[in-house]
């Protein structure tokens, strides 16, 4: 069976560089580590250390098994971490990110209901491709983050989503618009506004804006992109002013915007997903228990924005 101490003593060793000082960085003997050693060789049924007098290397075995050490030994750290604060302070820690539109709407209720199972969150704002880089490198214990019909997020195969909520995508018009008299908008009357200007992300290759973009080229035609901007506040400041026409995910909307309609497409592939992805541990690839407790609160903090 793997110890941990055989992982310790691979990662000190690729640190220093040699086994002596591996040893007097973890504050073991020397014969300790090579013990450790030659016990994890002897489990692998292959040799993980290159030695010479210059000191010692890692062989293409030791890289991998000191990518999965990194992971095992950090997750270790923070299970004994999580369960010391709670044995004696009474909480949980966790390292909490999300999306601002999902913030603004959903954390009040978040916070408030993993307070009461002594579960705090050190809340990170930040856009998805941030966030799943540090979800990936088992950096946050969990984040929100969104997807859309036909795009795939670059997980890892340890990280397990779980949708929370669909996110209807609303187009914004500006008051008097011909459109602005119908409730919705099927896919033909919106491939109408291809001679529209139109307002998108600040990235290029932003999903939400790839539906849009993907629909209008199937029929042929290319949108003039007037102004880029994350913010959807400006956004909709544009649209009132009448410099172009734009979409936002409905979470990202509120009661009433001066100068703006918004109106839903009738078409499902108009949406966005926002999942809740986090590292799944042990054979089930299952999250942390305060993990699943938070996973619950978002859904409940989901499901109480109705028919938001």
Request: aromatic share 4%; glycine share 8%; proline share 6%.
């Amino acid at each position: 069976m793997l110890d941990l101490r055989q992982l310790e003593a691979l990662r000190a060793v690729s640190g220093e560089g040699s086994v002596t000082g591996a040893a007097r960085r973890l504050g073991w003997s020397q014969p300790t580590v090579d013990y450790h050693l030659k016990n994890l060789e002897r489990l692998v049924g292959a040799p993980v250390l290159l030695r010479s007098r210059r000191g010692s290397t890692l062989t293409p075995v030791g890289v991998l098994l000191l990518d999965r050490a990194h992971e095992i030994l950090s997750l270790g750290e923070r299970a004994l971490h999580d369960a010391r604060e709670l044995t004696h302070m009474g909480h949980v820690r966790l390292r909490f990110g999300t999306i601002p539109t999902a913030a603004a709407k959903l954390l009040p209720s978040i916070v408030g209901q993993v307070g009461g199972l002594g579960i705090e969150l050190d809340a990170v704002l930040a856009e998805v491709p941030q966030l799943v880089e540090r979800v990936n490198r088992h950096e946050l214990d969990a984040a929100i983050v969104y997807s859309v019909p036909g795009h795939d997020l670059p997980f890892r195969q340890d990280i397990v989503t779980t949708e929370v909520l669909r996110d209807p995508l609303m187009l914004a018009l500006p008051e008097g618009h011909p459109l602005g008299a119908r409730s919705s908008l099927d896919r033909a009357a919106l491939l109408t506004l291809s001679d529209e200007r139109w307002l998108f992300a600040a990235a290029w290759n932003d999903p939400m804006d790839a539906i849009v973009i993907n629909a209008f080229a199937e029929a042929g035609h290319t949108l003039e992109v007037s102004i880029r901007t994350d913010d959807f506040q400006v956004m909709l400041g544009m649209v009132a002013a009448r410099m172009g026409v734009g979409f936002l995910p409905k979470l990202a909307s509120g009661p009433s915007h001066p100068g703006v309609l918004l109106r839903p497409i009738d078409d499902r592939s108009f949406v966005r997903s926002l999942l809740l992805a986090a590292p799944g541990e042990g054979s089930r690839r299952q999250p942390s228990t305060a993990v699943r407790q938070l996973a619950a609160a978002v859904r409940d903090a989901a499901a109480a924005l109705g028919d938001h």
